[in-house]
């Protein structure tokens, strides 16, 4: 069920591992549409997973992920982030987005200072483990660390176990 239909768009990184580990429908449950950057999907598309690159495409003929032309924007806060991040970043502001999904460190810090409300790859867990996706985020964490080789510092995993109520 779709609580409720917001602007949301994504970047790259946490597209290609939700894609990768089966979790791209969480984000049409959560929000009904995703809007993403053309070089975000133009990123997508080097990610060299068929199956997740399947699920992409079916998401996008499905008409949920929406892929849209983004501009490339010159600012200062923007020189040490990729191309899809600051396409998604813009297109955020832009549209003023109630929500950007990032991941990367520098384009999170970015992002907040800029007034974005972010999520990432971990805040979906979390949220799939409150509305019963998933029985135990530590585990869907840690097969998204061997899958995807996703980076999560020990302060942020004990966090997250602390808050769920879940043992490492």
Known sequence: MISQQVCV????????????MGWLPWLQERWG????????WRELSEIGDPDALAALDAARRDEWLEVRCGHHVNRPEF????????EAIAMAIE???????????????VALTLGLRII?????????KQHGKVANALD???????????????EVLARIAIDLRESP
């Not at 549409?33 to 975000?40: A, N, T």
């Not at 020189?79 to 600051?86: I, K, Q, S, T």
């Open 9 to 20: 768009v994504s970047d790259t990184s946490p597209l290609s591992a939700m894609a990768k």
């Open 33 to 40: 549409k995703v809007l993403v950057p053309g070089e975000v």
């Open 79 to 86: 020189a040490d982030l990729h191309a899809g991040e600051v």
């Open 95 to 109: 549209l003023r987005a109630a929500w950007l999904i990032v991941d990367d460190g520098d384009a999170r810090r």
């Open 120 to 128: 990432g790859v971990l805040g979906m867990i979390v949220w799939a």
């Open 140 to 154: 869907c964490i840690a097969e998204l660390r061997r899958i995807t080789r996703f980076r999560i510092s020990d």
